[in-house]
């Protein structure tokens, strides 16, 4: 227990003064303005987590993030949903992006966009900046502390038991992407989202030309993970990322996530100073 109160629990914020002069001078348009989360206690905390659940989760006329969807029902969901997500699906999804965001603010790195008009959260990013703590690094007790701030999402009994099972794997094969193909100082897109109902508004193209300017600026690449077809081809031509390597998912009983036929877990990556702005 003594080691879960030392100073290395949660991790350091570091923002360096480049990012910050950068995000401090950054014009998101005329309908949309850029907001930097310090914390939980942040006026459009609340605001970013719901809005990251609904992008991930998916609905009837929206896709939900496959990758997530595979870890949470061990199945593949590529286009929109036969019905209506549950308030299970809601709330597992609401959890998910609720730890992610933790992680990112505790590291420095959780950016969104306001449309000023409506004055909600159309569009957020949770990044780990260069020099912070990894996710390979994140001990158990930075875990639990961060498990304590969140709703624990009810137990569905449609699942097979195993989406715990298929999140450890998960992270472990990401992790092991990510150091090959990004082993030196980067910034790292945890999580990407737009509201569905935002979406082709811009707001995804102006959230990406912060995060390049804001790696430009520290002279460093971004790398991140998509699945399937269309979420590479979307960083592609609109953030200029090269996919670097493509992964299959199979664990146990699930349905494998093919690389080959379903387009697998991508490694994506941005060099400083290259792709659009």
């Known amino acids: 227990m003594g080691a879960c109160l030392s100073s290395r629990v949660m991790p350091t914020v570091v923002r360096s003064p480049a990012a910050k002069d950068v995000f401090s001078n950054f014009d998101a348009g005329s309908k949309l303005e850029a907001h930097y989360i310090d914390s939980d206690q942040h006026m459009h905390w609340n605001g970013t987590v719901d809005m990251l659940a609904r992008a991930f989760c998916g609905s009837t006329t929206s896709a939900p993030c496959p990758i997530l969807s595979w870890v949470y029902t061990g199945t593949l969901q590529l286009g929109p949903l036969a019905s209506a997500p549950n308030e299970e699906r809601v709330e597992w999804f609401k959890y998910m992006q609720g730890f992610c965001a933790h992680t990112c603010v505790g590291r420095g790195g959780l950016?969104?966009?306001v449309d000023k008009?409506?004055?909600k959260v159309v569009a957020?990013?949770?990044v780990i900046p260069p020099g912070a703590r990894s996710l390979s690094q994140q001990s158990l007790c930075e875990m639990i502390a961060v498990d304590g701030k969140l709703k624990r999402p009810k137990h569905d009994k449609a699942l097979d038991g195993k989406w715990m099972a298929r999140n450890a794997y998960l992270t472990k094969t990401m992790n092991s992407v990510h150091h090959e193909?990004?082993?030196?100082?980067?910034?790292?897109?945890?999580m990407f989202g737009v509201d569905p109902a935002a979406q082709g508004t811009g707001a995804a193209g102006a959230l990406l030309s912060l995060l390049h300017k804001l790696a430009d600026a520290d002279g460093v690449p971004i790398y991140l993970e998509s699945g399937a077809k269309k979420g590479p081809g979307f960083f592609a031509k609109k953030g200029g990322f090269q996919p670097m390597k493509r992964v299959t998912l199979s664990l146990g009983k699930a349905e494998a996530f093919d690389a080959t036929n379903d387009g697998g877990l991508v490694g994506m990556v941005r060099s400083a100073g290259t792709g659009p702005h």
């Open 181 to 190: 193909l990004a082993p030196g100082d980067h910034y790292y897109i945890l």
């Open 117 to 119: 008009g409506t004055g």
């Open 111 to 113: 950016y969104v966009l």
């Open 124 to 126: 957020a990013t949770g």
